[in-house]
T-cell receptor, first 113, second 118 residues
Framework: AQSVTQLGSHVSVSEGALVLLRCNYS??????LFWYVQYPNQGLQLLLK??????LVKGINGFEAEFKKSETSFHLTKPSAHMSDAAEYFC???????????FGAGTILRVKS | GAGVSQSPSNKVTEKGKDVELRCDPI?????LYWYRQRLGQGLEFLIY????????KSGLPSDRFSAERTGESVSTLTIQRTQQEDSAVYLC????????????????FGPGTRLLVL
């Protein structure tokens, strides 16, 4: 069965610092990979996704992620954190017919001023 | 509507009662998904509808859970004889699923229904 591991349930960075949220998946074949963000009291919003092609994927709000097959990773980065980035971030994978997503447990990002 | 809508937004019920949750997908989306998010955990897949195909019920945790969808419209998730462990946020998502199997299609999520079983 597929699984997704997000290292660190909470990550704290200073405003302007690099954001790095880690995601590793277990799969014997390349999956489809997603990052979603959930702001307080709001629904999930897609940040970016990898399906095929270029392994460096750019998303909204300055976020990007790189699919590394050899490391089974899809880490999310942003060069400079903003206060508005404070939210919970979920990594998800899909490789089965029907696209049902398997989610990681989530990482809460805190941005300090 | 512009996005996926769900109702009610909050539901408090007593243990043993039945509850019904509703999801209105984005118009034109053929695929609809239900997920559950327990406190402090990631989302768990519950059930998937794709057009007129038989639904994928592999994520339903027990036979107390069931869901229906008529065509490509509204879906209802029913939980019978609710238990305290059913307390969670129930999220609905929909996608276009133009691609074969729907892999890689973006799922658009509703705001969820927060269920509390006392």
């Amino acid at each position: 069965a597929q699984s997704v591991t997000q290292l660190g349930s909470h990550v704290s960075v200073s405003e302007g610092a690099l954001v790095l949220l880690r995601c590793n998946y277990s799969s014997s074949v390349p999956p489809y990979l997603f990052w979603y963000v959930q702001y307080p009291n709001q629904g999930l919003q897609l940040l970016l996704k990898y399906t095929t092609g270029a392994t460096l994927v750019k998303g909204i709000n300055g976020f990007e992620a790189e699919f590394k097959k050899s490391e089974t990773s899809f880490h999310l980065t942003k060069p400079s954190a903003h206060m508005s980035d404070a939210a919970e971030y979920f990594c998800a994978v899909s490789m089965e017919y029907g696209n049902k997503l398997v989610f990681g447990a989530g990482t809460i990002l805190r941005v300090k001023s | 509507g512009a996005g996926v809508s769900q109702s009610p937004s909050n539901k408090v019920t007593e243990k043993g009662k039945d509850v019904e949750l509703r999801c209105d997908p984005i118009s034109g989306h053929t695929a609809l998904y239900w997920y559950r998010q327990r406190l402090g955990q990631g989302l768990e897949f519950l059930i998937y509808f794709q057009g007129n195909s038989a639904p994928d019920k592999s994520g339903l945790p027990s036979d107390r859970f069931s869901a229906e969808r008529t065509g490509e419209s509204v879906s209802t998730l029913t939980i019978q004889r609710t238990q305290q462990e059913d307390s969670a946020v129930y999220l609905c998502a929909s996608s276009l699923s133009r691609l074969a199997g729907g892999q890689g299609e973006t799922q658009y999520f509703g705001p969820g229904t927060r269920l509390l079983v006392l």
